[in-house]
């Protein structure tokens, strides 16, 4: 597989730094706020961690927050071999940048595809993982019965039915396409079903924003198929440190009956349900995520 990198007719959306990591590959990142060190781990796979400023803006005054390109997004260099997008490869990645960084134990918020990173991530460095807060995660595709996924899945875009978008969106959610513009434009209509209100002024902010400023690389998306399918649940005991799962009440993609496995299989772990919000609590309901967030660092 030959890594392209992002489409050169896309406008760019540039972290602040580069930084060589060991052997020579490089991994773009910057990072805001003031407290303890935090690192996001963006979804996807295959978005780039610029998508998660206003998700690091709403905990800046908590934590430094900083933003890491994963491998192959932006100035990040793909693996080596180019086509070694894995789960334990992303993980390496992480915890390389975490130590070039210069940075000790941190916080790991991970979202969506993101999440199953940062749980793998808090499974193989236990010490390096200080707290662990994973947001409409999952931990892979095995891990939950396909009957339940399904029922979830249809009960969150039931409510839905009488928006005259939905049949293009769920048609756009089946777009394949090896290139980059042909994927964000085919892909364009299915954002709204990621809210709960899709036409709330909040969801319609942020569905504009990421129609703008959406990059996505395609040799990782489609690198991402695992065989056999990932199922992280055997796995979770090693987890000692707290851990917070937050998720939205009607998540069509990662839902509850995703999230909760990963909160039942951590000693200790909080899960809690963002009402009326789907795949982007902290987007649909700042105040609410905020709130529970505050209330387990506090506690």
Do not use: K
């Not at 991994?27 to 998660?52: C, D, N, Q, R, T």
């Not at 086509?83 to 992480?94: E, N, P, Q, R, T």
Request: hydrophobic share 40%; aromatic share 8%; glycine share 10%.
């Amino acid at each position: 597989m030959t890594d392209r990198g992002p489409s050169r007719t896309l406008s760019e959306f540039p972290l602040e730094h580069v930084l060589e990591l060991p052997g020579g590959r490089t991994v773009e990142w910057e990072a805001v706020g003031e407290g303890e060190p935090l690192i996001w781990v963006e979804g996807g796979p295959g978005f780039p961690a610029h998508l998660a400023r206003p998700d690091v803006a709403l905990v800046a005054d908590l934590f430094r927050c900083h933003l890491v390109n994963a491998p192959g997004i932006g100035r990040t260099s793909a693996p080596e071999p180019p086509s070694d997008y894995g789960l334990d490869s992303h993980v390496a990645f992480f915890e390389s940048a975490r130590t070039a960084l210069g940075l000790g134990p941190v916080t790991v918020m991970g979202h969506s595809w993101g999440g199953l990173v940062a749980v793998a991530w808090a499974i193989a460095h236990p010490a390096s993982v200080g707290r662990l807060i994973v947001i409409d995660g999952y931990l892979g595709d095995a891990s939950v019965d396909p009957a339940q996924a399904a029922a979830e899945r249809d009960a969150a875009l039931h409510r839905l039915r009488d928006r005259p978008w939905l049949g293009a969106a769920l048609g756009a959610i089946e777009t394949e396409t090896d290139d980059e513009l042909e994927m964000i434009e085919g892909f364009s209509p299915a954002w709204p079903l990621y809210f709960a209100e899709p036409e709330s002024p909040a969801a319609r902010r942020h569905v504009e924003r990421i129609r703008r400023e959406l990059r996505w690389n395609m040799n990782v998306a489609n690198a991402w198929a695992p065989e056999p399918p990932i199922d992280l649940r055997p796995q979770l005991g090693r987890i000692q440190c707290p851990t917070l799962v937050i998720v939205g009440e009607h998540d069509f993609i990662c839902g509850p009956v995703w999230n909760r496995p990963i909160a039942d299989g951590i000693r200790g772990a909080r899960f809690e349900l963002i009402s009326g919000a789907g795949h982007l609590p902290q987007y649909e309901q700042p105040e609410a995520f905020r709130a529970v967030l505050q209330e387990w660092l506090e506690g």
